[in-house]
T-cell receptor
Framework: NAGVTQTPKFQVLKTGQSMTLQCAQD?????MSWYRQDPGMGLRLIHY???????DQGEVPNGYNVSRSTTEDFPLRLLSAAPSQTSVYFC???????????????FGPGTRLTVL | AQSVTQLDSQVPVFEEAPVELRCNYS??????LFWYVQYPNQGLQLLLK??????LVKGINGFEAEFNKSQTSFHLRKPSVHISDTAEYFC?????????????FGKGTKLSVKP
C-alpha cells in the first residue's frame, strides 16, 4: 500500500490564483481530512469527509472547498489564493469508527504552499 | 468544546537524559488521546494512543505516556533520549461521541537532543 499520497510537494502561487491540492489513499478508509500547519499553531482542521459524497467544515474552512466523489480521493481547492494561506497542508485518513484504529489518522507527506 | 495545551513549546535535553513532554486537555466528554511525532520536513507519525484500559501506554521508539483522568493530562516520557529523537511532538484529542476521526491538536513541542 502507498498509504496517503499528496501532490504536489511544493507550490508557489500568486495572490488570486486558484489551484487544487490532491490527496489519495489506497487503504479503503472512509474518513479523510485536511489540516493546515502553521508555526506555533499546531495543526488545524480545514475540512473533513466521512465518506463519498459527504463533507463538512472544520475549524478554518474559509477560502477552501472540498468534494469527495470517490472513497480514494479528497482534493482541496483554493479558489482565490491569499498570502494568509501560505502554509503546509496535510491530508489524513482513518478507518471507520469502531474498527481497529479507532480514530487513528494516517498522514500524507504534506504540500508546502507559498502565496506571494 | 475540546482543547489541548502543550505546556512547553521547546524542550532542550542532552543525549541519554530522560525527558517528559507535557500535555493537558479539556473536554466535557470521554476522549481518545494521541501523541504524534513529526521529523523535519516530514508528515506526522503516530507514537502512541490511549483508547481505554491501562492508563500507561507504550509506543514506538521507547516512548510511553500516562493518562491521568483526574488531572486531565497525558504526558509523554522517555527514560533515555537519542539524537534521532529530535523532532516536533504533537498531543491530540478526539472525543468518543463526536464526528469520526476529528482531532484537536496542541501547538506542538520541539524536542532538541544535544550531544
Amino acid at each position: 500500500n502507498a498509504g496517503v499520497t499528496q501532490t504536489p510537494k511544493f507550490q508557489v502561487l500568486k495572490t488570486g490564483q486558484s489551484m487544487t491540492l490532491q490527496c489519495a489513499q489506497d487503504m479503503n478508509h472512509e474518513y479523510m481530512s485536511w489540516y493546515r500547519q502553521d508555526p506555533g499553531m499546531g495543526l488545524r482542521l480545514i475540512h473533513y469527509s466521512v465518506g463519498a459524497g459527504i463533507t463538512d467544515q472544520g475549524e478554518v474552512p474559509n477560502g477552501y472547498n472540498v468534494s469527495r466523489s470517490t472513497t480514494e480521493d479528497f482534493p482541496l481547492r483554493l479558489l482565490s489564493a491569499a498570502p494568509s494561506q501560505t502554509s503546509v497542508y496535510f491530508c489524513a485518513s482513518s478507518p471507520p469508527k469502531g474498527l481497529a484504529g479507532n480514530n487513528e489518522q494516517f498522514f500524507g507527506p504534506g504540500t508546502r504552499l507559498t502565496v506571494l | 468544546a475540546q482543547s489541548v495545551t502543550q505546556l512547553d513549546s521547546q524542550v532542550p535535553v542532552f543525549e541519554e537524559a530522560p525527558v517528559e513532554l507535557r500535555c493537558n486537555y479539556s473536554s466535557s466528554v470521554s476522549v481518545y488521546l494521541f501523541w504524534y511525532v513529526q521529523y523535519p520536513n516530514q508528515g506526522l507519525q503516530l507514537l502512541l494512543k490511549y483508547l481505554s484500559g491501562s492508563t500507561l501506554v507504550k509506543g514506538i521508539n521507547g516512548f510511553e505516556a500516562e493518562f491521568n483522568k483526574s488531572q486531565t493530562s497525558f504526558h509523554l516520557r522517555k527514560p533515555s533520549v537519542h539524537i534521532s529523537d529530535t523532532a516536533e511532538y504533537f498531543c491530540a484529542v478526539s472525543d468518543l461521541g463526536g464526528s469520526q476521526g476529528n482531532l484537536i491538536f496542541g501547538k506542538g513541542t520541539k524536542l532538541s537532543v544535544k550531544p
